[in-house]
């Protein structure tokens, strides 16, 4: 059995709802990484990903700079516990139609776990695996 703290990214931004969508845009770009996670307060509350802050930003707002992030997150919230094996998160994932789930500690976020790092563990030849893998573009 994998435990997710094994494979998981560590040191997850989590921010405040009422972050702007640019404010959420510049860290998951100084990052490096497609999703923060939304706070209300200490509470995870749901997680806002760079589709979603297209797709439900960008194209929903005529004025972008004034959209928080809690209003384009997605609030159905998956999570699982550091010690939870790979393969029941997967199984969560693959039931809710989710690419990442929070990984969350006494209620404290502590990682995030996608697809694409389940395919590095299950499936390493794999082209999902290949892309999780490679290095980000500059």
Same mark, same amino acid.
């Given at each position: 059995?994998?435990?997710? @703290?094994? &494979?998981?990214? /560590? *040191?997850?931004?989590?921010?405040?709802?009422?972050?702007t969508l640019?404010? !959420?845009?510049? @860290?998951? =770009?100084?990052?490096?990484i497609g999703?923060? &996670?939304?706070?209300?307060?200490?509470?995870?509350?749901?997680?806002?990903?760079?589709?979603?802050?297209?797709? =439900?930003?960008?194209?929903? /707002? *005529?004025?972008?700079?004034?959209? #928080?992030?809690?209003?384009?997150?997605?609030? &159905? +919230?998956?999570?699982?516990?550091?010690?939870?094996?790979?393969?029941? !998160?997967?199984? =969560?994932? @693959?039931?809710? !139609?989710?690419? =990442?789930? !929070?990984?969350?500690? *006494?209620? #404290?976020?502590?990682?995030?776990?996608? &697809?694409?790092?389940?395919? +590095?563990?299950?499936?390493?030849?794999?082209? +999902?695996?290949?892309?999780?893998?490679?290095?980000?573009?500059?």
């Amino acid at each position: 059995m994998t435990a997710l @703290r094994e &494979l998981m990214a /560590h *040191d997850p931004v989590a921010l405040p709802g009422s972050t702007t969508l640019r404010q !959420a845009a510049q @860290r998951m =770009r100084d990052r490096d990484i497609g999703a923060v &996670l939304v706070l209300d307060g200490d509470e995870v509350v749901g997680i806002a990903t760079d589709r979603d802050i297209v797709v =439900r930003g960008v194209a929903d /707002h *005529d004025d972008v700079a004034a959209v #928080r992030v809690d209003e384009v997150c997605t609030r &159905l +919230l998956i999570t699982a516990g550091p010690d939870d094996d790979v393969d029941t !998160a997967v199984t =969560r994932m @693959r039931e809710a !139609a989710v690419r =990442r789930i !929070a990984v969350l500690e *006494d209620g #404290r976020p502590v990682g995030v776990f996608s &697809l694409g790092d389940a395919a +590095l563990e299950q499936d390493p030849g794999s082209a +999902l695996a290949d892309i999780s893998a490679a290095p980000a573009d500059s």
